[in-house]
């Protein structure tokens, strides 16, 4: 027997039309050895509820595009609201099939992919319609501008946002602005037209076979507080929709960053991973570009996902190219070891004006030079060539560093409590040098990252009082702030919480006087609901 909802939800109210019979005539036609193993498992787990109306067509299921993990949050509450029993490996089937008939292209979901990185501290999207009013203030834009679906569909979203949370307008603080009003008659429509379930985007995506991303790659990527690493990754295919990898990375401290990893691909571009990195369990969610040729994304400890490093892979095969210099920035007066990541790099090596290099080594990933700057060489950009190759801004040269940008400026960490760990925060700092440029204008050149002690001061005078400091957390010398414990601390003042209003100071000395840059620091309360997509 199966039970059906017909019409799912009315007005805000959820309608349960409990219907008895058996699977749908249409579905019965189509022959389920045909059928692929995907919509088999939505047949079999989906439509006793959402009715198959035409071959493979369910009821609300087929008018919707996602992410994986859109998907998985919809699937995770049919399960825990509506009693939908399934096995591991019929959920990821099922997510699998989604995903790849009903996902987002490429293009579509690049304005929001930092939601799907879990990239910390990153502002939402900024979305017209008073979007940010109706929606922005329980869960993130992105989580909006992740999905696809038409007029009918964001009307029935709505209708269930209500009639499953019926306090919304109350909570989300929404008394300023007619909310069902405007949810109910102009919303449908102007989220149809910003993001339809209709797109050309998505009938080019996913009208061709997408490229297999086995073959070698060269690997460049960033991790706030330990700085560039870089090597070669190795990516073997293993089914259809699976890839094992086998990396070889270091950073450029000379700690390696070795791993493996073992990938599902979705949607043909959507690479999500497990793997060990460094000897850390990460998660990795990275996108193939449309012709397969680079691989970018972010990677993050899997207990920790506002710990992790930025990664670029790009294939070894493509055309020959300049990725990275590192460091990418060369005091006057110095000889330095510098590290050029990049592709088919053969011929002579120039660094610009006021340089002098030589090739220590050849690498799989790009070469090793010596590289002096004379002392009174023009501080600035260079142009780093090899051969007929050339990368534009990858190196600076620079007498003093001026200025100091602490980022994220605006960094929210969440005491530890429970069963939950604490939500870290990590700083890192980029070194600037001023050049006066043509009419005496300050250009500000970047050098990337400069060595400074890091310290933590009361943000405003109610902090100090409060003794913020002293029992929100520490700040180790990597720039990573660790929350203290939640709770009642007996220690402070009414027994508060520990949290805290601070100030993050990094400082670097360079002859007597020390620069600084700063930035805002928020210690607050645990966080209990963490889905996929904040
Ligand atoms: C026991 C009945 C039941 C079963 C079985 C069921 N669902 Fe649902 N589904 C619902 C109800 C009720 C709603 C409307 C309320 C809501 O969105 O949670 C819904 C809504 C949906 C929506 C629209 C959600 C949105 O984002 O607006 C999707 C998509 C969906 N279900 C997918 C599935 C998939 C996939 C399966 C099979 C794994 C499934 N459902 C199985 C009851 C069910
Ligand atoms: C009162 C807080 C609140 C407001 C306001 C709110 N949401 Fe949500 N939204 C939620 C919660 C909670 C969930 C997670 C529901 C679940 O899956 O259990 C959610 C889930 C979603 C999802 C994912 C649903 C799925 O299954 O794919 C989308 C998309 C979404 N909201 C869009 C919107 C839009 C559009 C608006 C504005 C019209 C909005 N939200 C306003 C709380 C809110």
Redesign the pocket.
């Known amino acids: 027997m199966h039970?059906r909802?017909s019409s799912?939800?009315t007005d805000g109210v959820?309608v349960?039309a409990m219907l008895l019979g058996t699977c749908a005539a249409a579905s019965a036609a189509m022959s389920s050895a045909a059928a692929p193993a995907g919509l088999a498992?939505?047949r079999a787990?989906?439509s006793?509820?959402?009715r198959e109306v035409s071959p493979g067509h369910?009821d609300?299921?087929s008018e919707?595009r996602?992410t994986p993990e859109g998907?998985a949050m919809?699937?995770f509450?049919?399960r825990h609201?509506?009693?939908?029993k399934?096995t591991g490996k019929?959920?990821a089937t099922?997510i699998q099939y989604?995903s790849d008939v009903q996902g987002l292209a490429p293009s579509e979901t690049a304005p929001a992919r930092f939601a799907l990185e879990r990239r910390p501290n990153v502002p939402d999207l900024k979305l017209p319609y008073h979007l940010h009013e109706m929606c922005g203030r329980c869960h993130s834009l992105a989580r909006v501008a992740l999905?696809r679906?038409t007029a009918a569909?964001w009307l029935?979203?709505i209708n269930?946002h209500v009639?499953?949370f019926p306090t919304l307008e109350y909570q989300e603080g929404s008394r300023d602005i007619h909310w069902w009003k405007i949810a109910t008659t102009e919303l449908p429509g102007e989220l149809a037209k910003l993001f339809p379930f209709e797109s050309a985007a998505w009938r080019n995506w996913s009208g061709h076979p997408h490229p297999s991303l086995a073959g070698e790659w060269i690997v460049h990527g960033y991790t706030p507080g330990r700085g560039d690493y870089y090597g070669t990754a190795r990516i073997r295919r293993t089914a259809r929709h699976r890839y094992r990898a086998r990396y070889l990375l270091h950073y450029a401290s000379g700690a390696a960053l070795d791993g493996s990893s073992d990938a599902i691909v979705y949607t043909g571009f959507e690479w999500r991973g497990t793997a060990k990195l460094g000897g850390k369990r990460v998660h990795e969610v990275y996108f193939a570009s449309t012709d397969g040729m680079r691989i970018t994304g972010r990677w993050f400890l899997t207990d920790h996902s506002e710990i992790g490093g930025h990664w670029v892979a790009s294939r070894a095969t493509g055309a020959p190219q300049i990725i990275a210099a590192i460091p990418s920035a060369l005091k006057t007066g110095t000889t330095e070891r510098v590290v050029v990541v990049g592709i088919g790099l053969r011929g002579s090596v120039e660094l610009g004006p006021g340089t002098k290099c030589k090739v220590l080594e050849r690498t799989p990933y790009g070469l090793i030079l010596s590289a002096s700057v004379q002392s009174n060489a023009a501080p600035g950009y260079r142009t780093v060539r090899i051969g007929q190759v050339h990368g534009r801004n990858l190196l600076a040269v620079y007498r003093r560093v001026d200025r100091l940008k602490v980022e994220p400026s605006l960094a929210i960490a969440r005491l530890g409590g429970g069963t939950l760990a604490p939500v870290d925060a990590q700083f890192h700092v980029i070194g600037y040098t001023d050049v006066v440029g043509a009419g005496g204008k300050v250009i500000p050149v970047r050098l990337g990252a400069v060595p400074v002690t890091w310290s933590l001061e009361p943000f405003n005078a109610e902090a100090a009082r409060r003794g913020d400091v002293r029992f929100a957390g520490t700040l180790s010398q990597e720039g990573r702030f660790l929350p203290a414990q939640g709770g009642p601390d007996p220690k402070r003042r009414f027994s508060a919480d520990n949290t805290g209003d601070l100030f993050v100071v990094a400082s670097h000395r360079d002859g007597k006087t020390p620069i600084t840059g700063k930035a805002h620091l928020i210690v607050t309360v645990q966080r209990w609901i963490n889905p996929p997509i904040y």
């Open positions: 039970r909802v799912l939800i959820m349960f498992a939505v787990n989906c006793g509820c959402h369910f609300r299921i919707e996602k998907w919809t699937i509450r049919m609201l509506h009693g939908v399934l019929e959920q099922i989604l999905q679906r569909e029935k979203l269930f009639g499953q």
